[in-house]
């Protein structure tokens, strides 16, 4: 006979915990976007209207790759895009 186990969480510390996780992934992700506008604007001199610019596209881009991720080509479609910009550095979109 097997033994059961039960689980170590309950339901709600799960929700809890998820909720936890996916607010300080979201809040990494968000810091991210604002050092990579500070490295634009160091380097490129991106200023507020290209910058505002490129948010409006890459809300555009996430539309797109949502639908690619619907039919399971998103990373395919992301890596193809990606090595066409950068064809002797970029080598794969994950470790």
Same mark, same amino acid.
């Given at each position: 006979? #097997? *033994? ?14 998820? !909720?936890?996780? /996916? ?6 992700? *968000? #810091? ?9 604007? /160091? ?22 790759? #949502?639908?690619?991720?619907? /039919? ?8 193809? !895009?990606? #090595?066409?910009?950068?064809?002797? *550095? ?6």
């Amino acid at each position: 006979m #097997k *033994s059961h186990m039960p689980p170590r969480y309950s339901q709600k510390e799960l929700k809890i915990m998820g !909720a936890y996780v /996916d607010k300080r992934v979201q809040d990494g992700l *968000s #810091k991210i976007q604002w050092l990579m506008l500070l490295a634009f604007h /160091d380097v490129l001199g991106v200023g507020e209207r290209r910058f505002m610019q490129v948010m409006e596209r890459y809300g555009q881009l996430l539309e797109e790759y #949502k639908g690619y991720q619907r /039919d399971q080509i998103a990373d395919q479609k992301l890596t193809q !895009a990606v #090595k066409a910009i950068l064809p002797n *550095s970029f080598t794969k979109l994950y470790d």
